[in-house]
């Protein structure tokens, strides 16, 4: 333990690892849904108002 220079924080290196294969399977999750039931683009629904 002579170089703290030369120290890595496991803890933080495995978050940051985790964090990168949530989003991936987020990201992964996200296209599959838009190749499934894609957004009506351009197309605004107004609902009539109540009375």
């Known amino acids: 333990m002579s170089n703290d220079e030369n120290l890595i924080d496991f803890g933080a290196e495995r978050d ?10 987020l990201n992964d999750m996200r296209k599959a849904f838009e190749q499934a039931m894609p957004l009506a683009k351009g197309k605004k629904g107004k609902k009539p108002k109540k009375r």
């Open 16 to 25: 940051k690892r985790i964090h990168d294969l949530h989003e991936k399977r």
